[in-house]
């Protein structure tokens, strides 16, 4: 009995990621400071009082929770940096990618207990980066099939159409030609005769 108490205590421990425990008698079990917890009491003792707030929060400089999110930091300049760049060499792939990213991960800060304001933080400017890339990206489309549309001229009107009584500007069907040398050249040379 005495055994699996231990056992279920060392696996307690190890999952909640306790330090500085021994698998011997617990009641006469001496345990050994790591030399991380004498460097964190040193560090902790040399800090201002508001500092150790900070220091020893769940989400604090000693975790994971602070400097992934603090990185991630880099991803929102990357991205500010791409402003510079023309919007037809921006991909919509990569800049929804990004604003999804920061849309979902910032909905999950807010979830995870202990709440990490970083993390939301960069998600919400990453989402913001994205979003602003992806309404160039559409505002340059645009403007090429505008360009486009204007670039559609009607064809100069030469002459009557097939099919068109009044000039209203719709024209149906190939041009009438009445003078067969007309847009040959000078008046009067057309077409070589077939005779």
Same mark, same amino acid.
């Given at each position: 009995?005495?055994?699996?108490?231990?056992?279920?205590?060392?696996?307690?421990?190890?999952? @909640?990621?306790?330090?500085?425990?021994?698998?011997?008698?617990?009641?006469?079990?001496?345990?050994?400071?790591?030399?991380?917890?004498?460097?964190?009491?040193?560090?902790?003792?040399?800090?201002?009082?508001?500092?150790?707030?900070?220091?020893?929060?769940?989400?604090?400089?000693?975790?994971?929770?602070? @400097?992934?999110?603090?990185w991630k930091w880099?991803?929102v300049f990357a991205?500010?940096?791409?402003?510079?760049?023309?919007?037809?060499?921006?991909? @919509?792939?990569?800049?929804?990618?990004?604003?999804?990213?920061?849309?979902? @991960?910032?909905?999950?800060?807010?979830?995870?207990?202990?709440?990490?304001?970083?993390?939301?933080?960069?998600?919400?400017?990453?989402?913001?980066?994205?979003?602003?890339?992806?309404?160039?990206?559409?505002?340059?489309?645009?403007?090429?099939?505008?360009?486009?549309?204007?670039?559609?001229?009607?064809?100069?009107?030469?002459?009557?159409?097939?099919?068109?009584?009044?000039?209203?500007?719709?024209?149906?069907?190939?041009?009438?030609?009445?003078?067969?040398?007309?847009?040959?050249?000078?008046?009067?040379?057309?077409?070589?005769?077939?005779?």
């Amino acid at each position: 009995m005495a055994t699996s108490r231990q056992v279920s205590l060392v696996v307690r421990r190890f999952l @909640w990621g306790q330090r500085n425990y021994s698998t011997g008698d617990i009641k006469t079990a001496t345990t050994k400071v790591s030399r991380f917890a004498e460097i964190d009491a040193r560090i902790e003792k040399a800090l201002p009082p508001k500092i150790k707030a900070l220091w020893n929060h769940p989400a604090g400089l000693k975790t994971i929770h602070f @400097w992934a999110p603090s990185w991630k930091w880099c991803l929102v300049f990357a991205g500010m940096a791409d402003y510079t760049r023309p919007a037809e060499k921006l991909s @919509w792939r990569q800049s929804a990618a990004l604003a999804a990213t920061g849309i979902i @991960w910032s909905r999950y800060s807010m979830v995870v207990v202990p709440k990490n304001w970083n993390l939301f933080s960069v998600n919400v400017f990453l989402a913001l980066t994205g979003v602003m890339q992806l309404s160039r990206i559409y505002l340059y489309n645009k403007s090429l099939e505008n360009k486009s549309k204007d670039d559609e001229s009607p064809e100069p009107i030469m002459g009557p159409r097939i099919g068109d009584d009044k000039d209203d500007g719709v024209n149906f069907g190939p041009p009438v030609v009445t003078d067969p040398g007309e847009g040959f050249g000078p008046p009067g040379t057309g077409p070589p005769s077939t005779k």
